[in-house]
């Protein structure tokens, strides 16, 4: 399995980098939507696992980009924010699951199971 984690914030990457580990092939990761979306053409990762509250360009709008020229793309908003705004935005952007860093231990069984 090939993951691309998208996530601003040094610590909380090195963090889900970890979890992925014992399972991912491969993993790259970026800090921004933007690098996020050129990152994704050149990798074409099984996974993206997406913050919200990036840089330049948010998490929405590159989830919006990616799934507009990758309708297959499986990206996993991972995010601080749980509220039913943001998940209405991702379900619409494109996301085809939602999960909030505090439940970081369901992660493993959120990319194996079915949408």
């Known amino acids: 399995m090939k993951i691309l984690i998208v996530e601003d914030n040094a610590p909380m990457r090195r963090m889900i980098r970890s979890l992925v580990e014992p399972f ?7 800090d ?3 690098r996020a979306i050129s990152e994704y053409k050149n ?7 997406m913050d919200i509250n990036l840089g330049k360009t948010d998490g929405i709008t590159a989830t919006r980009s990616i799934c507009k020229e990758f309708p297959k793309a499986k990206i996993m908003i991972v995010t601080n924010f749980d509220d039913q705004s ?3 935005s991702a379900t619409e952007a494109g996301a085809v699951k939602f999960l909030v860093k505090d439940d970081l231990y369901l992660l493993k069984k959120m990319l194996f199971s079915e949408q």
């Open 24 to 30: 991912a092939e491969e993993i790259f990761d970026c």
């Open 32 to 34: 921004d939507g933007e």
């Open 43 to 49: 990798l074409q990762p099984d996974w993206v696992l």
């Open 86 to 88: 943001y998940r209405q």
